[in-house]
């Protein structure tokens, strides 16, 4: 049995045991999550664990996350495939690649250049090109494109960022981790008329969101 075809059954079985079983239904959530081959985008060293319950180092101090909040997060977006996507966070490009599957286009930021970087490589090899990588202190948004239908932040905040929050387009949907620096609940901000509306759903730890409008970098 080659390779290939081990971690093609890993990631099936990942789908079934540990995103299925838990709850996910989205039918295209699911497609995309056995589609893309997460262990491209983990370090070599790891890649015989890339479809374990867990989240994994990529470097950096960040973490590529824990499958099931991956697929449990972007369900929680609800796309249907025209939005224009900003994440906040880009890691190991695997959240944007997954996002990109579902929709028209993603603006992703990391304030870390050599993740930007290698995550352009890790979507490219996977044939994921509807993705902008861009440089930047992701806490205030990327004006230049806004407004965004959907967005994404795959990072703990003590708060929703204002700036961000302002980019997003009307009935648009945001996924976030609020709380402080060891814990946080995850949370759909929509916002209706301007302002936000908010719901929250299970406790969960990301690493900090760091910047401007986030935590300060010490």
């Not at 699911?30 to 470097?59: K, N, W």
Request: aromatic residues 8%; charged residues 25%; contains cysteine.
């Amino acid at each position: 049995m080659d390779e290939t075809h081990n971690f093609t059954l890993a990631r099936n079985r990942m789908v079934q045991q540990q995103i299925e079983a838990r709850g996910v239904t989205d039918p295209m959530v699911l497609a995309v999550m056995r589609e893309i081959p997460r262990h491209l985008f983990v370090p070599e060293s790891y890649q015989s664990r890339a479809y374990d319950d867990c989240p994994l180092p990529i470097g950096h101090g960040q973490t590529i996350s824990q499958p099931y909040m991956v697929a449990v997060m972007t369900e929680l977006l609800k796309l249907k495939g025209h939005e224009k996507v900003l994440e906040l966070g880009t890691g190991s490009g695997y959240q944007a690649a997954i996002l990109a599957k579902l929709s028209r286009w993603v603006y992703s930021l990391d304030r870390i250049s050599e993740l930007s970087a290698r995550a352009h490589r890790n979507t490219d090899a996977c044939g994921v090109s509807n993705i902008t990588f861009v440089v930047a202190d992701g806490t205030k948004g990327w004006p230049e494109e806004a407004p965004y239908e959907a967005v994404m932040i795959t990072a703990g905040a003590p708060t929703v960022p204002e700036p961000v929050f302002e980019q997003l387009s009307e009935c648009g949907r945001m996924v976030i981790p609020v709380g402080d620096r060891y814990s946080q609940v995850l949370k759909v901000v929509q916002k209706i008329k301007g302002l936000k509306k908010i719901e929250s759903y299970f406790e969960c730890r990301f690493v900090d969101l760091v910047g401007e409008h986030g935590w300060l970098d010490t």
